[in-house]
């Protein structure tokens, strides 16, 4: 698997982050830790690990602009270039000792993602993707599943939590896809479910209210390893929306028509 210049600058930026997030893991009880809003935590790991990641992009390409989780948006000169960067994807996990979190970096060029790299340090796992050049974990190639029945299926979902406001929608969805599916996983990282789903782990997932940062790079994992992706109303809105619909062809639109469906009274 031949690397381009720019993957390997994101796979080392990704990498050492993940280093750094490593270690701050091994004594999370003697981090800093402070709320952004209800049920919404940074830790210092977050703001090392996201300080490594743009200090290493910054050199590569000193012009390029930057969407980062907690640094916010940085304009660059070059504006038709913009890393998307979540430093720590999995806070929650990370802060509970759950060893379930990444990095997550992607590329946009001129608002088409191009490439992206999710690491997650704990497991030692590499996802990379170029756009046209395939996506892979570690030096494997990634397909998306095949199970094409819903009857079948692993969905991987995100459930809302204090702070986040559609728990009564996302119950009703919960409810109909509990009812058609074989299992529903919950892993605490946007990153890693997307790239689960490339890695045909998960054979679907969907969630609500996610942001550019948390699902830049895996949406370029899906699609390059032949996925389909969407946002909840079937359109390509997914950042303008927040909200993402993932699987093989099939079982994207079964998921699509069971988060639809009108809901059935319990
Ligand atoms: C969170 C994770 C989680 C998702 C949340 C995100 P963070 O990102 O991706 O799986 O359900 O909506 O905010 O804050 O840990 O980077
Ligand atoms: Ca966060
Ligand atoms: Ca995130
Ligand atoms: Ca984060």
Redesign the pocket.
Known sequence: MARSAILNVMVQAAMKAGRSLARDFGEVQNLQVSLKGPG?YVSQA?RRAEEIVYAELKRARPDYSFLM?ERGEIEGSDSQHRWLV?P??????FLHGIPM?AVSIALERQGQIVAGVIYNPAMDELYTAERGGGAFLNDRRLRVAARAKLQDAVIGT??PHLG?GHHGNYLLELRNVMGETAGIRR?????L?LAYVAAGRFDGFW?D???PW?IAAGMLLIREAGGFLSDKNGGQDIFGTKSIVAGNEAIHSALLKVLKKPVKPA
């Open positions: 919404d977050d989780e979540d720590l994807d999995g806070t929650t996990n979190f995100g459930v986040r892993l605490g990282s946007a990153a479910d969630e209210a996610l942001s948390d």
